[in-house]
């Protein structure tokens, strides 16, 4: 948004400060000043001039030498490109040496061979046009020699380019008058207030009893807000008074005539946007303002044509679509250079209606930009007013038909808001000691009403501040603040007592496993996404495809619902790490998403050979780990009668002969396995991955009772006993050790799996080792003897033969 200090003046005196010094109190204060441009300068040099003759450059067939009148009968010529050169034309010239807004600066300089003694200007090189193509043409009134600056009646103005995101949340902003009152609270300067009263009643008593032409109906489904309008007749379109058209251009708007400049010109001032129909070109007594109701084409004011949808909101005569709400007035009703007649209206719209309707077209126009920020219905009528008088100015015979007419939606209307707030409670957010005349004074300013009650502030807010800004006490904080200024606020470290830190039983519980897994495992810590795809899920054959943890605003399909469990994401990232690695091991400590209500913390733990599988490894280290977390387990084989909690026992993924469940305090929490080669295969993946998944959702956050016993060295020595069985390929191993739990020796310290080599389709031998160990006597060799004899009988009751 570019902000014309020149125009601001109107209704503040600005201090005498430095460009730069204005801009930097403007960011401190209310919004970031990205640019600050001085219009006018390097103009000073520049003068009107008559062109006298021209004939073609003999060197170049596009350029013409030009001579011209500079004033006093004294004679130039000139190099000039320009396509619009002929005899008689007034335009600008610039000397040598003159320096151009930018930046060039003129020199002697031969083109094609032939000195060119300075410069003719065209709007864009002398920055006060938007691009047409040639020489800035001026009227007859512009005698050579006189200075453009005077003939334009231009002065030097500061213009501040300030960033428009950050206006956003500040309706009242997109008008001077508003950014007026920022000044004036800012510097400490009176506001000037030209909208009184006095005013008021002066513009309504032209008002009359005559029948409007014109019948408002609006439809209780639109996005209208507010909605007044008025008629008046006998109205000329001419060319608008240089005063405005440098108004508009220094707020980045194109003149175009003289009453939709006006048009422009009171949008800007108050902020509030409004469309000038010619009343003539609209069909029958009525305006309607309601839904498209069918889809449609519409061509805008710039020609176009927009395909609206029946729910846009639209203003339409009996026959035909006009303008479409909040954004931009149709081709068919615009003010012309033959216009007699007008109906002028201002309305508010649904902020929400107004942005979906100018992203999905494309089309962001000055208005839109206003009216997807929240504005305030109740500043409709002042911007009529306003309306009306600067069409009266520049049309003195022009006729007020009647009184507005005038709707309002009462319940979308913007209310006054009163807060209360202590001052103690300003001093003590801020952070320094604020006096409460200052208080009170800022508040004033900001056009707030306050009432002090001993300290303690009623504060009542506008309505214009009421639409999306201001809410609770922290807003009034951030407004005496920020006119404080920031910048003035002593930064102080808070005070506060330093105390150890206490860590969660959980995070006490994750930080062992990460220990144990990390120095004993030898194993990196991994984190994977928890957004998943339905195209990974069906990679890894997985049966939840989490149908009701979709987002309903995914980034993209691979990352478009909750994961269902952490096993599909790891076995993506082993089979990445395969290409480059033959053999790595890896955790993660994640949480799996089975449903909304039911968020599980779970623990994987996986090792990755090229060459061989490791899940003997696997079941060692799980071991272990359980035993360092104090936590009662028991493996397992296949249960029908028990469900685990991590994995159903039916996936294609598991080993037919690779798998143990984990039962941890009496529930099936946790699995070991190597993956099927078949899934492994989907993932274009060799090797062998072995992998453990426990949930730890229910123990992670209790302290588990520390059950290690203490003895003393062992006196006697402990003997081990290594033995290779017989299985079907199909039985787990750990229905062998549930075998060896059964055999009731109190001597039988230890059993484990140390090997299993696959005998042929069928079998499998499993070695296992089992430690005696006593602490009265050194075991004897018979009674070794008796009770591995023990062992092999209860093994081969079971069906597992001693190998041979």
């Not at 060197?59 to 396509?83: H, M, Q, S, W, Y």
């Not at 709007?123 to 193509?133: H, T």
């Not at 061509?299 to 909101?313: M, N, P, V, W």
């Not at 790490?577 to 089975?594: A, I, T």
């Amino acid at each position: 948004m570019l902000i014309s200090l020149n125009w601001i003046k109107d209704f503040v005196e600005i201090p005498e400060l430095s460009p730069k010094e204005i801009g930097s109190s403007f960011t401190l204060t209310t919004a970031e000043v990205e640019e600050i441009k001085i219009t006018g300068a390097g103009l000073e040099n520049v003068t009107c001039v008559e062109i006298k003759s021209f004939k073609p450059h003999p060197e170049a067939d596009k350029l013409n030498l030009v001579t011209f009148d500079i004033g006093g009968g004294e004679t130039r010529e000139v190099v000039c490109g320009a396509p619009n050169v002929k005899v008689g034309i007034r335009v600008p010239y610039a000397p040598i040496g003159t320096t151009l807004p930018n930046g060039m600066t003129l020199e002697p300089k031969k083109i094609r061979g032939i000195l060119s003694d300075g410069m003719l200007c065209s709007e864009v090189e002398l920055g006060l046009g938007d691009g047409k193509a040639g020489l800035m043409e001026l009227n007859e009134t512009a005698k050579p020699g006189v200075k453009l600056l005077d003939y334009l009646n231009l002065g030097s103005d500061t213009i501040l380019d300030v960033d428009n995101k950050s206006l956003t949340h500040r309706p009242d902003l997109w008008g001077y008058y508003g950014l007026a009152r920022e000044f004036a609270a800012a510097h400490g300067k009176p506001l000037k207030n030209p909208f009184t009263e006095d005013w008021k009643k002066k513009i309504e008593a032209q008002f009359n009893s005559k029948a409007s032409p014109l019948k408002v109906n609006v439809d209780s489904d639109s996005s209208c807000h507010a909605y007044l309008g008025l008629s008046i007749n006998n109205i000329k379109v001419g060319t608008s008074p240089e005063f405005i058209q440098n108004r508009l251009l220094a707020a980045g708007l194109r003149p175009i005539n003289s009453i939709v400049d006006i048009s422009n010109y009171v949008m800007v001032e108050l902020g509030i946007p409004n469309h000038i129909f010619d009343r003539d070109k609209i069909s029958g007594d009525t305006l309607f303002i309601k839904k498209a109701g069918t889809d449609q084409v519409f061509k805008t004011l710039d020609e176009t044509d927009r395909k609206l949808i029946a729910s846009d909101t639209v203003i339409t005569d009996i026959n035909q679509t006009l303008v479409l709400a909040g954004i931009m007035g149709g081709l068919s009703a615009g003010v012309s250079e033959t216009t007699k007649n007008i109906f002028l209206e201002v309305a508010n719209w649904e902020a929400p209606e107004v942005r979906k309707t100018s992203v999905r077209l494309g089309l962001r126009s000055d208005s839109s930009q206003r009216y997807e920020k929240t504005l305030d219905s109740n500043l409709c009528y002042r911007t009529l007013l306003r309306l009306i008088e600067k069409i009266k100015e520049a049309n003195p015979e022009a006729e007020i038909i009647g009184t507005p007419s005038v709707f309002y939606n009462e319940e979308k209307k913007s209310k006054e808001l009163t807060l209360t707030i202590s001052h103690a409670q300003i001093v003590s957010s801020l952070g320094m000691e604020v006096s409460v005349d200052r208080v009170t004074d800022i508040f004033t300013r900001l056009d707030f009403k306050v009432k002090n009650n001993s300290n303690v502030y009623d504060v009542t807010i506008p309505t214009y501040r009421t639409t999306k800004d201001i809410y609770c006490k922290a807003d009034l904080i951030e407004e005496i603040g920020r006119m404080i200024g920031y910048d003035n606020i002593i930064p102080v470290s808070p005070l506060m007592g330093v105390r150890p830190i206490r860590l969660s039983q959980t995070k006490i519980f994750h930080r062992k496993i990460q220990d144990f897994l990390v120095q004993e495992a030898k194993s990196l810590e991994v984190m994977t996404y928890p957004l998943v795809g339905e195209e990974l899920l069906t990679k890894s054959s997985w049966s939840d495809f989490s149908e009701k943890m979709i987002l309903v605003n995914a980034l993209s399909t691979d990352a478009d619902r909750m994961r269902p469990s952490l096993i599909p994401s790891v076995i993506n990232l082993a089979a990445n790490n395969s290409k480059n690695y033959s053999h790595f091991s890896f955790f993660e400590l994640g949480r799996s998403y089975p449903t909304y209500e039911n968020e599980r913390s779970q623990l994987i733990f996986g090792l990755y050979s090229k060459e061989e599988t490791r899940f003997t490894e696997l079941l060692s280290h799980i071991e272990k780990l359980l035993g360092h977390l104090n936590i009662s387990y028991n493996f397992t084989g296949k249960s029908s009668k028990f469900k685990s909690m991590v994995v159903d026992q039916e996936w294609k993924g598991l080993h037919p002969h690779e798998y143990i469940n984990i039962q941890v305090m009496g529930k099936f929490a946790g699995m070991c396995t190597t993956i099927n080669p078949i899934i492994l295969k989907n993932f274009k993946m060799k090797g062998y991955l072995s992998l453990a998944v426990i949930d730890i959702t229910d123990i992670e956050s209790k302290e588990m009772k520390d059950k290690t016993k203490y003895h003393p060295i062992a006196k006697y020595p402990s003997s081990s006993f290594d033995f290779t069985v017989v299985a079907s390929q199909d039985v787990p191993a750990g229905d062998i050790l549930s075998v060896l739990n059964s055999v009731k020796i109190k001597e039988l310290k230890q059993k484990t799996v140390k090997d299993i080599f696959v005998m042929n389709e069928k079998e499998k031998a499993v070695t296992l080792r089992v430690i005696f160990e006593s602490e009265i006597e050194t075991l004897s060799a018979e009674f070794l003897k008796n009770a591995e004899g023990q062992l092999i009988q209860a093994l081969d009751s079971k069906g597992f033969k001693l190998r041979s």
